[in-house]
Nanobody, 129 residues
Framework: VQLQASGGGSVQPGNSLTLSCAVS????????VGWFRQAPGKDREFVGA???????????EYIESMEGRFTVSRIETTNTAYLRINSLKLEDAAVYYC????????????????????WGPGTQVTVSS
């Protein structure tokens, strides 16, 4: 299984951006795709996840600056997950990764990096005016 994130780039604060994660290979549900990000000098942190079979969504609940600005979605027929970031802030600048959890996830397990079996190489998001 391979994952490829794309859609990163340089954006101005306040704008929006949609990242894509294409999943390829032999797949079977249930599985979930999680989004993480890592800013320079910081630990990687969970952003959100989507379960492909039932569309169940799990979002980061412990980082206030993220609240309400991130939307995860998926198109099951194309095995593609999306991360929409609205009202971008300077602190959103990071490398964004998508990862696959073969068992799906439903709550705090989505936050745990070791739950994920495959990772993509990441896509860089730069936020500057």
């Amino acid at each position: 299984v391979q994952l490829q994130a794309s859609g990163g780039g340089s954006v101005q604060p306040g704008n929006s951006l949609t990242l894509s994660c294409a999943v390829s290979g032999r797949l079977s549900t249930p599985y979930a795709v999680g989004w993480f990000r890592q800013a320079p000098g910081k630990d990687r942190e969970f952003v959100g996840a989507v379960n492909f079979r039932d569309g169940r969504l799990i979002y980061q609940e412990y980082i206030e600056s993220m609240e309400g600005r991130f939307t995860v979605s998926r198109i099951e027929t194309t095995n593609t997950a999306y991360l929409r970031i609205n009202s971008l802030k300077l602190e959103d600048a990071a490398v964004y990764y998508c990862a696959l959890d073969w068992n799906g996830c439903g709550g705090v397990d989505c936050y745990v990096e070791s739950e994920y079996n495959s990772w993509g190489p990441g896509t860089q998001v730069t936020v500057s005016s």
